[in-house]
Every structure is written in C-alpha cells, then in structure tokens.
C-alpha cells in the first residue's frame, strides 16, 4: 500500500541535523558567503568614488594618483571576495558531502528495518529511486538556502540600506519592490507545489515499473509479454510525461511575472534617478552605484527565482522518502529487549491467533508445544497457515494473540536480531545476493573461514559444480542468484544453513528444486545438519517428511492432526488422503521408470 505523502514544503528534520552536525564547518560556510556578499556590496562605492573624479576631467597626477589608490582597494576587496567565496564553498562541499553519505546509510537502515509485508507492497525501483532522490535533495536544498536565499538576503538588505543613505526614495522604491517580489515568488511557487509533488510522484512510479519489467524479463520472454508491456509502460511515461508538462508550463509563467516585474523597478528606477540627478541630488557615481546594485539585485533574486525551481521540486523529492522515513517500522524490539539464550531450543505456540484481515484469520487458537531437538513437519493445502507459522517464529510478523516462547522467553521480548541468529532457514525458492558464492554461502556466518565455508559447500553438494566454474568461488551470480540453476541456488542456500549451523532449523521445502540424484545427496546432508536441533519442515512432497518425528497436518489455520507417519496413515484423514493422492503418482512414475528401462 502506497505511503500517503504529506510532507511537500517542508525541510526535513534529518537535513538540519546534517547541516548542523559540525557547527565549525556550518560556521565557515556562513561567515564565507557573509563576506563575499559584504565585498560585493562596498566594491560599488569605491567605484562611484572613481566616475565622480573622471567625471570631473581633472587629470592631475595627484588626481590619477587618488584613482590608482581606489583602484589597490577595489582589487583587495575583491581578492577578499573570492577567498571567501573559495572558502565557504570548499566548507559547503564537505557537509554536504558527509551529509548525503550519512542520509544514504540512515535510509538504508530504516528501509531494511522495515517488516516483510512492507517490502510485499512496495516496487524495488520506486524504493531505490526514492532513496537516491532524498539524499541528492539534500544537496539541493543546502546548496539553495546557503549558496542562494542567504546571499541573495544579504545583497539586497545591504543595497536596499545603500541606496536609501544616498536618496531615501529611491532606498525604499528598491526595499518595497523587493518585498513584493518575495511574496509574488512564493505565492507562485506555493501553487506550483503540487504539480511538482505530482511529478516526483509519476516519476518514481515509472522507474518501479521499469525496474519491475526488467526483473521480469524471462516471464515477459516466455509469455511473449513485450507489447503488452511496452503499452503498459507507456502508459506510465505518459502520466509522467503530462506532469512534467504541465509543471514546466506553470514555472514558465513565473518567470514570466518575474521579468516583468525586474522590467518594471528597472525602468522605474532609472527614471527616479534622472529625476534626482536634474535636481543635482544625484552624481554620475550615483548612477553607476544605482545600476551596479540594481544588477546585482537581478541576478541574485534572477537567480533566486531559477533556484525555487529546483529548491521545491528537492522537496518534493525528499517528501518521498521522507513519508517512508516517518512511517514507524511495523515489528520493533520492546524498550530493553534482550538477547534469546537457547538452551534445549523447545517451542512453544499458545493459542496463537494471526490475521491481515480480522474477517479472515489465517491461524485461530493455534497451539502447539515441539520439545527441544524434535523434527517435526507442517503439512496441509495450500494457505492452510504452514508458512505464517514459520513466519511468526521468525518475527517477520507479529502474533495478534496468544504467545509464541522459546525455552520460556517470549520472542517479543528478545531483540529480532539475536532471535533470528538462533533460526537457520532454507526457503522453497532461495534468492542470492548479485556477489561471488564465496560471499553467498559466509553470509550464514560472516566470521567464518574459507575452510568452513568449503566444508559447508561440500556437505550441500555444491562443491563439485562450483569448482567447475571458470572463477570457482569468486564467481558472481548475477542479480538475485540469476546465473545458477534453481537446484544450484537451493544448494548454496542449504550450504549457507549448514554453515550457520543455529540451533533451530526451518526448511520451507528445501529439496523442491534439486533433481532425484541431488535430493538424494542433500536428503544425507540434512540429516546431519538436523542432528540436536528443534527442526521444523514445511513439506508438500510427503515422501520426504516420512521419517520425521512428528508431523503436524493443519487445515484452515487450525492443527487437525498430529502424529507419526504412521500413526496419520492409520487414520482416515487430510494426510491419508494426501497420502493417498500422491502415492498413487509415485507409483505410476515407478512404473514408467520400469518400463522404459525394459524397453
């Protein structure tokens, strides 16, 4: 479900605290931009002071003496100028880029903290597009607000002062226009808001659905999907493309008010200023000081007004990710949670209820107590609740009802991390990370050594292909495990549960994928790697879980079986009939089998 946006206009909170996390630097930039706007400000007056003497046509050497003189100041005055500037920028880039590596990682830490039904509404490429638009807002805006709005402030403020010592009037026809030129700009950037939140909004929705597309290409492939998607993405560029329009559209007639305002003080001015040199209250230095403050005034708020272009669509930006960013994680540790100690590894579900929707509950009143050590299967129909039970033990949802305790600490009361340290999981379809398989199967346990990480690979059985490959273990595996064969992913998986080696095990039908030969091989593999631990197997191919100590039959969220092998067969029930369905397949195929050998 999309995260409602409501924060267009704002600043984010997290953006003050980067700008601020080292006063000294914040400090420099400040003092820097101060002095490069207060040396633009006096260089004008030592320059009226010059067209006031050449005005004169004295061309006395005392005269030419005084003008070189004035001329050493202008220079100085504006080598201070630019070692401020060259100061307070050099300042500037380096908060600014401490800041977008610290809002890079903080955002990575939030997103990842984030529950698994979180990440089963959202598209990978919006998410990812969100977070790089968040921290290049932030250079954005810090370099407006400090590199534009304050110097802009300053110039202004001190030409307005400037001017008005000289002729009051003209001081306070520049000081008004001024203040009315703010307020048209952000009265005008104000209604200008949405279409740009819109924009941001159509443009992050066409990068997922790009990068949706682009993880799905072998489905798109194989359903000869190309067209249909080609429609469906033109669609999406089609709303991008008409915000973007219609935000470009609406900027155009701001700059439109804006020039014609600057053509207004312009002219007016310049007429006052006439009006005032006839009365002999003005000099030619006067108007060379009015002109140079009245440019300088043009460009800054010219300036102004191009960068609240790009100053509110950095908000827009930001106000993505910033929803996401506001949005409390939905599975949180308790205030002084601790770290689970596993001692026997005995769990025990009490009348545990769980639901998305309270109309439909997917486990009601559901207990189950498995002693340390026990291996157990979850068998059922499809959405009968075999997977939420394992997803409850793991905290990737949070029980509505009832408790979930492992040796006797209730699992919302340890921290997320150390409980799932103690839980090895090896699921049906098992996505690797875009790094070498070196990488893939220590990431079970990130200290261990390349010797038990090639242990690990040969007790899974994937040792032998792995060392067929050209870069053998530093051989990258594409994105999401793309380059491997779904058995060989299943395999690095297992490698990595067996390297974790933890004292609970969950295998979401971890032989699904391998062949008869391989399942085999892995069949003896996990039963060394079940030895004295608490294991529980989702299974659909009943073949498998035989041998398990107990095995659970659930059936619309509520267990309705609970017994041996045996025992279950023995009963006329769900598992005798699932027993009985697939048996008769195994039959048939061992029958098939027999008779092409035959043949």
């Known amino acids: 479900m999309e995260q409602k946006i409501k924060r267009d206009g704002y600043i984010p909170l997290a953006y003050f605290k980067e700008a601020l996390r080292s006063p000294l630097l914040f400090a420099i930039v400040t003092i820097g931009y101060i002095g490069m706007q207060i040396a633009q400000l006096i260089a004008p007056l030592y320059l009226r002071q010059i067209f006031n003497v050449l005005a004169s046509r004295d061309t006395s050497s005392s005269t030419l003496q005084s003008i070189l003189h004035i001329v050493v100041i202008i220079g100085v005055i504006y080598l201070i100028q630019w070692l401020s500037g060259r100061i307070g920028a050099l300042a500037q880039m380096k908060i600014e880029n401490r800041g977008m590596a610290n809002l890079y990682r903080s955002s990575f830490e939030h997103l990842l903290r984030h529950s698994h039904e979180f990440f089963a509404t959202q598209f990978a490429g919006t998410l990812t597009r969100r977070v790089g638009k968040y921290t290049q807002a932030f250079e954005t805006i810090f370099d407006t607000i400090i590199s534009s709005f304050l110097p802009t402030a300053i110039f202004v403020v001190g030409a307005t002062v400037i001017l008005y010592i000289h002729n009051p009037v003209l001081g306070i026809i520049l000081g008004l226009w001024s203040v009315v030129f703010i307020i048209v700009q952000i009265f005008l950037s104000r209604l200008h808001r949405p279409r740009r939140l819109l924009r941001s909004e159509n443009d992050s929705k066409m990068t997922g659905a790009l990068a949706d597309a682009i993880s799905n290409h072998n489905t798109i492939t194989l359903f000869a999907g190309v067209v249909d998607e080609r429609t469906r993405f033109s669609g999406f560029v089609e709303r991008w493309s008409k915000a973007q329009w219609n935000a470009w559209f609406f900027m155009s007639m701001i700059w439109g008010v804006q020039s014609f305002l600057m053509l207004s003080i312009n002219i007016g001015l310049l007429y006052g200023a006439i009006i005032f040199w006839q009365r002999g209250e003005l000099t030619i230095g006067d108007f060379i000081v009015i002109q140079t403050y ?14 609240l272009r790009g100053f509110y669509d950095a908000l827009a930006d930001a106000a993505e990710m910033s929803a996401i960013l506001d949005q409390a994680h939905e599975i949180k540790d308790v205030r002084g949670a601790g770290n689970i100690h596993i001692t026997s590894g005995n769990i025990v579900f009490s009348d545990v209820g769980f639901y998305f929707n309270e109309k439909n509950p997917v486990l009601k009143h559901f207990t189950l107590d498995v002693p340390g050590g026990q291996k157990i299967a979850l068998v059922g129909h499809s959405g009968a609740g ?13 029980v509505r009802s009832g408790t979930l305790v492992i040796d006797g600490q209730n699992i919302l009361n340890v921290t997320q991390e150390s409980l799932r340290r103690a839980i090895g999981f090896v699921p049906q379809e098992p996505i690797l990370f875009h790094r070498s398989l070196m990488e893939n199967i220590r990431y079970g346990r990130r200290n261990a050594t390349d010797t038990e990480v090639y242990e690990a690979a040969r007790k899974a059985h994937c040792h032998e292909f792995i060392q067929n490959l050209p870069e053998k273990y530093e051989t990258f595996v594409g994105e999401r495990g793309i380059k491997l064969s779904g058995g060989e992913r299943q395999r690095i998986a297992i490698a990595r549960a067996i390297l974790k080696n933890a004292p609970i095990l969950v295998l979401d039908e971890a032989t699904s994928s391998l062949d008869s030969e391989s399942e085999s091989l892995i069949q003896d ?59 008769g397949g195994f039959i048939k195929d061992e029958d098939e089998e027999e008779d092409e050998l035959q043949s």
């Open 525 to 583: 593999s996990l039963k060394i790697l079940m030895e004295g631990k608490t294991v529980l197997v989702i299974a659909h191919r009943l073949s498998t879980i035989m041998n398990m100590d107990r095995i659970i039959v659930i059936d619309g969220g509520t267990i309705v079986a609970d017994g041996t092998h045996e025992e279950l067969l023995a009963k006329d029930g769900l598992y005798q009939k699932l027993w009985s369905i697939q048996a």
């Open 386 to 398: 075999k997977s939420t039970v394992t997803k409850l033990l793991l905290r990737l949802f949070d």
């Open 294 to 307: 009245l440019v300088g005034a043009f460009a800054s708020l010219g300036s102004i007004s191009f960068q």
